[in-house]
């Protein structure tokens, strides 16, 4: 049972342009959702997470959509660089009394960026 | 640098031996995860401590697994009788768990497991 889905596995984008990732879920008990970065051979790196509460967060080059009501978010990337080739998880944390802090990961999404 | 480190960094192992990777987390950060990660697919989760208290595991965590955290501060997590399917990357992650749902959760550079 995929909870959350990154149905893209691949994206490809010249340098400059908008990267879109996208993410479903489908467990509406999740609150709190997280995008992490990863390079080969390294471990996942934090980018930027939302709040259920929230539609929308910024964090410089990077902003996360959420549409609760599709169960559905986004990663936008611009300008996109060619250092942000990398794979692209998203990420869902469940709030319930003795949550433990257990992520929900997606599959991935592997972004290309030409230069 | 005061990110989370683990080691070893890759281990090569023959099918039937006993294999343990070390955590040591962000300094101040209470709770620790495990996590494994095997090709194409995202991170599983393994298991979670608060401080030194294991408060839960998956079902993917066989009686073969086991993982500590003495004292609190590094974990250890071992692989006893390893088989074929247990080669995967092992992440460990840490944070501060200051009691409010809303924590992001680090990740050390992983250790790549692979039994032949």
């Known amino acids: 049972d995929q909870q959350v889905k990154q149905n893209s596995p691949s994206l490809s984008v010249q340098e400059g342009r908008i990267s879109i990732l996208n993410c479903d879920y489908t467990?509406?008990?999740?609150?709190?959702f997280l995008w992490y970065k990863k390079y080969p051979a390294e471990g996942p790196t934090f980018l930027i997470s939302?709040?259920?509460?929230?539609d929308k967060n910024e964090d410089g080059r990077f902003t996360v959509f959420l549409n609760k009501s599709a169960k559905h978010l986004s990663l936008h990337i611009v300008p996109s660089q060619p250092g942000d080739s990398a794979v692209y998880f998203c990420?869902?944390?469940?709030?319930?009394?003795?949550?433990?802090?257990?992520?929900?990961f997606g599959q991935g999404t592997t972004l290309q960026v030409k230069p | 640098d005061t990110g989370v480190s683990q080691d070893p960094r890759h281990k090569i192992t023959k099918r039937g031996q006993n294999v343990t990777f070390r955590c040591d987390p962000i300094?101040?950060?209470?709770?620790l995860y495990w996590y494994r990660q095997t090709l194409g697919q995202g991170p599983e989760f393994l298991t979670y401590?608060?401080?030194?208290?294991?408060?839960?595991k998956s079902r993917l965590l066989s009686d073969r697994f086991s993982a500590e955290r003495p004292k609190g501060s590094f974990s250890t997590l071992e692989i006893q009788r390893t088989e074929q399917g247990d080669s995967a990357m092992y992440l460990c992650?840490?944070?501060?768990?200051?009691?409010?749902?809303?924590?992001?959760?680090?990740f050390g550079p992983g250790t790549r497991l692979l039994v032949l």
């Open positions: 992650a840490s944070s501060q768990g200051q009691g409010a749902y809303q924590e992001t959760q680090y």
């Open positions: 467990n509406s008990m999740f609150d709190y």
């Open positions: 939302i709040s259920s509460i929230k």
């Open positions: 990420a869902a944390l469940k709030d319930y009394s003795g949550n433990t802090g257990k992520l929900i």
């Open positions: 300094s101040e950060h209470n709770r």
């Open positions: 401590f608060q401080n030194e208290a294991q408060l839960e």
